[in-house]
């Protein structure tokens, strides 16, 4: 079993930044990506990044690229999301995850953490 906790979700004015954090502990060797969803209000959860633990490779969906940093810290077991310029739109339930050779999809991720409330003013 793999644990994910999140943290660092708030309150923030359209334009600000906020850094979400998230913790993994217990058999992390058996996943090689994480990856951050979210889930507006009323609507599904959404693929935002995921990064390869070996090599740190990255991908991002459209609506973040160039705003959103995936990093990871392998020392830590700890993976962020550095958010700039946030949009109201960006108001969501931030999830982070883990799997084996994931990409965008919830579905090839097995682990998931509780979320952390990001909520954007505009």
């Known amino acids: 079993q793999v644990q994910l906790v999140e943290s660092g979700g708030g309150l923030v004015q359209a334009g600000g930044s906020l850094t979400l954090s998230c913790a993994a502990s217990g058999r992390t060797f058996g996943t090689d990506t994480m990856g951050w969803f979210r889930q507006p209000p009323g609507k599904g959860r959404e693929f935002v990044a995921r990064?390869?633990?070996?090599?740190?490779?990255?991908y991002y969906a459209g609506s973040v690229k160039g705003r959103f940093t995936i990093s990871r810290d392998n020392a830590k077991n700890t993976v962020y999301l550095r958010m700039n310029s946030l949009k109201f739109e960006d108001t969501a339930i931030y999830y982070c995850?883990?799997?084996?050779?994931?990409?965008?999809?919830?579905?090839?991720?097995?682990?998931w953490g509780q979320g952390t409330q990001v909520t954007i003013s505009s």
């Open positions: 995850a883990a799997g084996w050779v994931a990409g965008a999809s919830t579905q090839e991720y097995a682990y």
């Open positions: 990064i390869r633990w070996s090599g740190g490779v990255t």
